[in-house]
């Protein structure tokens, strides 16, 4: 039930405590997700917004459905952004570590909590925790610039994983 602009907030949150005082990047930050998870098109966000700002929310959404308008399978999903991400401009590669950060800790919260179950995700743990830590990989690349986010996911991974690992051992 949290409202659905907590999270990029939060995202845009995480990049200016780290440091990130750029505008565009900030916007891209709080409408990372507009593309992928609304009715919002490119073309929209370029009639109001930069294009930086648009180049960076391309680069980080997904391509959920496929021609036929099918949920495309979670692991070519993830592959395909992994691939994109790694290509990506610094800022949507400081965005997406941003945006991993929120997630592994909002999951490992709810996780630990009992608010959420592991059959809720799309993926098995081990398959989710892959895809963090590839994304950890392939967002930081060999940019001293974006080391800070990049230890901050690697920690948050591991915390998430022990969650992950103590919600395993209590369904056996």
């Known amino acids: 039930d949290v409202p659905y602009f907590v999270h990029s ?3 845009a949150l995480i990049l200016a405590r780290a440091g990130f005082t750029d505008a565009a990047l900030l916007a891209a930050a709080v409408l990372h997700d507009v593309v992928e998870d609304t009715d919002v098109t490119l073309s929209e966000l370029a009639a109001s917004f930069p294009p930086s700002v648009v180049e960076a929310v391309a680069a980080l959404s997904e391509t959920k459905a496929g021609s036929d308008g099918q949920l495309r399978p979670w692991e070519d999903r993830k592959a395909e952004h992994l691939r994109h991400i790694a290509a990506a401009p610094f800022a949507a590669r ?3 570590l941003a945006d991993k950060l929120h997630n592994m800790e909002t999951l490992r919260v709810d996780l630990a909590a009992g608010t959420l179950a592991l ?3 799309r993926a098995p743990p081990e398959r989710l925790l892959w895809y ?3 994304m950890i990989d392939a967002a930081a690349g060999d940019d001293k610039g974006l080391r800070p986010l990049e230890d901050a996911c690697r920690a ?4 998430l994983r022990d969650v992950l690992d103590t919600a395993l051992e209590s369904r056996l």
């Open 9 to 11: 907030a939060a995202v």
């Open 119 to 121: 059959r809720a995700f």
């Open 94 to 96: 400081a965005i997406a």
């Open 132 to 134: 963090y830590r590839s």
């Open 156 to 159: 948050a991974s591991e915390r």
